[in-house]
């Protein structure tokens, strides 16, 4: 068969392969420890469950607006307000079967052949390859450990041609963990702004923060900058909401229509009951975000003590997110081969950094029970002392 030849211009998901052999492995009676895809390990909190319940029995099964439900966009404009200090109308809105598909939508709208999108990696592993589907060309930009691995306002000054018309801003960060300062973002929207280039901010890990770091979105510094910004966000990190395939693009009308089209031509709409979910979990108390936050806290402080004590391994702290990014150079490894290796000897499941443009580290996703943790450090320390 002769498949289109975009199919064999991008690299299958490097996260979700792993995380599904780590989970076929453990059907099949196998102990493996997953630090593998970046998945909260706590069910969906029962007020949201409830709430897609009673839309179901209410026979809230039919099909609903390509853009999403408007109670819903009408409850993400305000969370936006609310939260963000940016003022969206519901129409600003869109509803995308996850973080993931408002971002491909995104790109799909705007991006053609000839087009550049500036990059900093480490990045998570799909921007590129989104990239590469509608025809665009990727300009990564390397950040490292020593600058705390964020862009600096010269680098994306010099990343900038005529050509340029998107950057992707991801704070906090996957796979790092790092997150952006308001100075840091101010200087970067004037800079987005004084090029007339548009900047997607990725906001999923936006709640989930730690020792005090603040979020401040880069749309919230004036009209200038907030014309020329895109919010991509969901609820899968958050609210523990992974499988429901829930999320959202906010920003200006013109491009939001756009998307709405192409979702109209794809998806249609997010499965109508799951945004009653959505609804509730946005409107109801965000006390369930506080109690996944102290456990992501208890565990980040252990994994980060254990990773350290680990001779060979280095790992900056990460502000945001829940993951571990660690660096592997000393060990003398390439990531895929230290994880394979992992996987084989230890049954320990991680994620080559390659995947995210840093082929000297491997991301652990603490997103897992601690006993996961203690016992696949212990492997992992194991592991390391055997080479
Ligand atoms: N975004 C998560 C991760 O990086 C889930 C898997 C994926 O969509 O890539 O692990």
Same mark, same amino acid.
């Given at each position: ?32 420890? +997953? ?18 319940? #009673? ?11 390509? %853009?999403?439900? /408007? ?15 940016? $003022? ?6 869109? *509803? ?25 990696? /480490?990045?998570?592993? +799909?921007? &590129?390859?989104?990239?590469?589907? !509608?025809?665009? #060309?990727? *300009? ?19 990343? =900038?041609? $005529? ?63 907030? !014309? ?49 979910? !959505? ?29 350290? !004590?680990? /001779?060979?391994?280095?790992? &900056?702290? &990460? ?5 571990? @990014?660690?660096?592997?150079?000393? =060990? ?16 320990? %499941? ?5 995947? @995210? ?13 601690? $006993? ?11 592991? *390391? %002392?055997?080479?």
């Amino acid at each position: 068969m002769k498949l289109a030849s975009r199919v064999n211009q991008v690299k299958p998901s490097l996260t979700l392969i792993i995380d599904s052999k780590a989970k076929a492995m453990k059907a099949e009676g196998i102990d493996v420890c +997953s630090f593998s895809a970046g998945e909260p390990d706590f069910d969906t909190p029962i007020h949201i469950k409830e709430a897609a319940k #009673k839309a179901l029995d209410e026979g809230k099964t039919r099909y609903g607006p390509a %853009a999403g439900e /408007p109670k819903l966009r009408a409850a993400i404009a305000n969370k936006l307000k609310k939260d963000n200090g940016l $003022e969206y109308k519901p129409e600003n809105v869109i *509803v995308t079967n996850g973080g993931k598909h408002s971002l491909y939508n995104l790109i799909m709208a705007l991006i053609e052949a000839g087009d550049e999108v500036i990059i900093p990696s /480490p990045y998570w592993l +799909s921007y &590129p390859e989104m990239v590469t589907l !509608a025809g665009g #060309k990727s *300009v990564i930009v390397p950040t490292t450990i020593d600058n705390g691995y964020k862009i600096t306002p010269e680098q994306l000054k010099g990343a =900038i041609t $005529e050509r340029t018309k998107l950057f992707v801003l991801n704070s906090p960060s996957n796979p790092t963990g790092m997150v952006y300062t308001a100075d840091e973002i101010e200087i970067l929207a004037r800079i987005v702004v004084e090029n007339d280039i548009l900047v997607v901010s990725d906001e999923i890990y936006e709640k989930i923060l730690y020792d005090g770091v603040q979020h401040r979105t880069i749309g919230s510094f004036g009209p200038e900058i907030f !014309a020329r910004t895109i919010i991509s966000n969901g609820f899968a990190k958050s609210y523990s909401m992974t499988g429901w395939r829930v999320g959202y693009a906010a920003g200006p009308e013109e491009l939001i229509k756009a998307m709405i089209k192409i979702q109209g031509h794809s998806t249609s709409n997010v499965c109508t009951f799951a945004q009653y979910g !959505a609804i509730a979990a946005l409107e109801s108390s965000q006390e369930c975000i506080e109690i996944m936050l102290s456990a992501f806290t208890e565990r980040r402080k252990y994994i980060l003590e254990r990773v350290r !004590a680990i /001779p060979g391994l280095n790992c &900056p702290t &990460p502000d945001g997110a829940f993951y571990v @990014f660690i660096n592997i150079e000393e =060990i003398g490894l390439k990531s895929i081969d230290f994880c394979e290796k992992l996987l084989l000897a230890q049954k320990v %499941a991680a994620i080559p950094g390659i995947a @995210f443009g840093a082929d000297e580290c491997i991301r652990l996703s603490y997103a897992t029970g601690l $006993e996961t943790i203690e016992k696949g450090l212990e492997r992992l320390e194991k592991f *390391v %002392a055997s080479l």
